[in-house]
């Protein structure tokens, strides 16, 4: 009975931090585009130097880490 609710609380923190992550991640991708825009008119170094670079490539990680995160908490049953 105690591990069911075990399972089912991980499973609850797991779709919590999914969703945290997901959000999080596409708020600084949209602040990165913003602060970088106009995107199409620049060079790969002022690309780079650009205000919003930092937070677009947070933004990008903190979604690839939402999309990993059953495999980061070792939830091997739902994958």
Same mark, same amino acid.
């Given at each position: #009975?105690?591990?069911?609710?075990?399972?089912?609380? /991980?499973?609850?923190?797991?779709?919590?931090? /999914?969703?945290?992550?997901?959000g999080l991640g596409l708020v600084f991708v949209?602040? =990165? %585009?913003i602060r970088q825009w106009p995107i199409l008119? @620049?060079?790969? #170094?002022?690309? %780079?130097? =650009? @205000?919003?670079?930092?937070? &677009?490539? &947070? =933004?990008? %990680?903190? %979604?690839?880490?939402?999309?990993?995160?059953? &495999?980061?908490?070792?939830?091997? @049953?739902?994958?």
């Amino acid at each position: #009975m105690s591990q069911d609710i075990d399972s089912e609380s /991980k499973a609850q923190s797991v779709q919590w931090t /999914k969703k945290v992550l997901f959000g999080l991640g596409l708020v600084f991708v949209t602040v =990165g %585009i913003i602060r970088q825009w106009p995107i199409l008119g @620049k060079s790969y #170094m002022e690309f %780079i130097e =650009g @205000k919003g670079y930092l937070s &677009l490539m &947070l =933004g990008l %990680i903190m %979604i690839v880490l939402g999309f990993s995160v059953t &495999l980061l908490v070792g939830d091997e @049953k739902n994958p």
